[in-house]
């Protein structure tokens, strides 16, 4: 969907260049959620999702000539 | 679908990220030591995006670029180390506070290749065709009008020139009560 969004507005030569999934352990790294909302995150999803709850993405693109 | 207006979503994030506290957990995961070690420690510690545009954006000396959502300033003098001193990098944030961090650890890190500017990337303050490159990291899903924004950027693009975007993406739906809730906006 990313990828597609670019391509809408009129970027060419879309392309994904990096992903990673980020883990519920990776995002208690950030100063930004408190602990009380990590926990209601592992309580909400399935434990499968854990290592998994999104992806870290970088997505290049360019202005056509 | 987005379960919040524009106003109370910028509101909730600016909140959110000018009451941060500092933390090298982020940075250390993301950006490699010798690239830290030569950066103000105050940018290392408020560095908050979720990739290294910057590693992936090819830049060129005597580029100019756009940084958008800045922050603190990490990726900005990554960027303005890259591009030298024949090159430009602006630094754009909604955030009056974080402007403000970003301000001293330029000013700490000696760096006279590099402007700030507030502003939306919804809404970009500068003429079309004013850039070569624009990174951002971790904020353009902060936005409740993506594709204006992508749209944004590409007007003040050369004609040739790129993006390099790092960003979350869902790899499935998460639950609607993570995501109505208002802590949720920050990732």
Known sequence: MFRRKLFNVGFEA??????????IA?????????????????RVLPVERDQNVVHTVVVTGRRPL | MSYFTDADARKIISTTYEKAQASTAVAAMLYAPEELSALPPGAVALALGVNHPVRHAALLRGERVLDIGCGAGIDTLLAARA????????????TPAMLDRARGHIAEAGADNIELREGLMEALPFPDESFDV???????NLSTRKSRALAEMLRVLRPGGRVALGD???????PEAIMKDPTALAV
Do not use: K
């Open chain 1, 14 to 23: 879309v392309a994904t260049v990096d992903r990673r999934p980020f883990s």
């Open chain 1, 26 to 42: 990776d995002l208690a790294r950030y100063p930004l959620f408190p602990p009380e909302f990590l926990d209601f995150v592992r």
């Open chain 2, 83 to 94: 591009v030298g001193s024949h090159g430009r990098v602006v630094g754009l944030d909604m």
């Open chain 2, 134 to 140: 624009i990174v951002s990291n971790g904020v353009l």
């Open chain 2, 168 to 174: 979350l993406v869902l790899t499935d739906t998460l």
